[in-house]
């Protein structure tokens, strides 16, 4: 296999990455890409954020580390904003990829994502999906997961009696990928994601602005927490009071 796009999800690192390993063993460069779908911000049908700030931020760091690291081995990882379904068989196809490789997880618009980019794909690229989020790997299960009892307790213990925990995988010690993307012209279907590796947004740049009083609350924490490491600072060194006296008492006598 000469190239393989590697789409990153939930599992932004590069140790014990399966989804990363195998990728890179399997081809002799690969593309490793990020996409920010505007589908993962805004409310939930219940009416509760889907991702609010601090998950967002988190979100970005995250990003940010795992292209740090790529770049230390030789990589570099392409960021996008889009939809899913529509970015990642455009980068696929300006890439002339053989294969993607993704996470994937039992969860239902997680799911749906991942089946639109698979049926999106031509039939000349293959979508190898790797299970890389829970301690006990799915196919390592004692019972199948869709023939676990109603009770809990019973499969709890199959699994801790008859399962283990893989070994973590290795990261790649190098990740060999393009410095940009290419497209055969403007006019090409892959135009919009060609170009370099791409920005990370900012919390402002996804539409999420800063709580004026939370960053206050936390003003007013980081505050506190300062006084009260002065105060422990305080109590390492003089006694509390009633020791003191105490003390003082025992002379005396």
Do not use: C
Not at 20 to 46: I, K, N, Q, S, W
Not at 138 to 151: A, C, E, F, H, S
Not at 189 to 204: E, F, K, M, R, S
């Amino acid at each position: 296999m000469e190239t393989a796009v590697v789409w990153f999800r939930d599992d932004l690192r590069v140790d014990d990455n399966p989804t990363l390993a195998d990728a890179v063993a399997a081809a002799g460069e690969v593309v490793p890409l990020y996409v920010f779908d505007p589908r993962t911000r805004g409310e939930t049908r219940y009416g509760t954020e889907k991702r609010g700030t601090h998950r967002t931020r988190f979100r970005l760091e995250s990003v940010a580390d795992l292209r740090a690291s790529l770049r230390e081995r030789g990589g570099e990882l392409f960021v996008r904003e889009g939809r899913v379904e529509d970015v990642v068989p455009a980068v696929a196809g300006a890439v002339g990829a053989d294969a993607v490789f993704a996470q994937t997880k039992p969860a239902t618009e997680e799911l749906e994502a991942e089946y639109g980019v698979r049926d999106a794909l031509p039939d000349s690229v293959d979508f190898r999906r790797r299970w890389t989020h829970t301690l006990y790997h799915v196919n390592d299960l004692p019972t199948r997961y869709d023939q676990i009892d109603d009770t809990f307790t019973p499969w709890r213990k199959e699994v801790e009696d008859g399962a283990a925990v893989r070994d973590p995988v290795p990261a790649p010690d190098s990740v060999p990928s393009p410095a940009t993307l290419q497209a055969e012209s403007a006019d090409s279907p892959v135009a919009d994601v060609a170009g370099d590796p791409g920005d990370i947004p900012t919390l402002a740049d996804l539409g999420y602005e800063e709580d004026q009083k939370r960053a206050a609350r936390r003003g007013l924490l980081l505050e506190g927490l300062a006084l009260a490491g002065r105060g422990l600072s305080l109590a390492a060194v003089a006694p509390p009071r009633g020791a003191a006296l105490r003390g003082a008492t025992r002379r005396q006598r």
